[in-house]
């Protein structure tokens, strides 16, 4: 899940990704906004979900997945849409630009 909040006075937003996963599961975020480098997410019991926030530029699109337990990709069902990869499949893609 995606949530995003605009800031009146920065060129950037404040995208909060989710994934829903057992507690036991590693989760991690890797995208073009990190040079797909995995980094982990922290698991929020309250919510059962794995959350981190990251400040990204207004105005762009970033392809991403999540890297579940260092072995298996998976997009975000609530991307704001998917890009074909070069593995032939897709990556989730969420969008900066104001709706």
């Known amino acids: 899940m995606l949530t995003k909040r605009f800031f009146k006075t920065k060129q950037e937003a404040e995208v909060t990704f989710e994934f829903a996963a057992e507690a036991d599961t590693h989760v991690s975020l890797a995208?073009?906004?990190?040079?797909?480098?995995?980094?982990?997410?922290?698991?929020?019991?309250?919510?059962?979900?794995?959350?981190?926030?990251?400040?990204?530029?207004?105005?762009?699109?970033?392809?991403?997945?999540?890297?579940?337990?260092?072995?298996e990709w998976q997009?975000?069902?609530?991307?704001?849409?998917?890009l074909l990869n070069e593995f032939g499949t897709d990556n989730s893609v969420v969008s900066t630009t104001r709706a």
């Open 75 to 82: 997009n975000d069902h609530a991307a704001d849409h998917y």
């Open 31 to 71: 995208g073009e906004f990190n040079d797909w480098q995995p980094v982990s997410m922290k698991y929020v019991k309250k919510d059962q979900v794995f959350r981190t926030k990251l400040r990204l530029p207004i105005e762009q699109d970033f392809q991403f997945k999540y890297l579940i337990n260092e072995q």
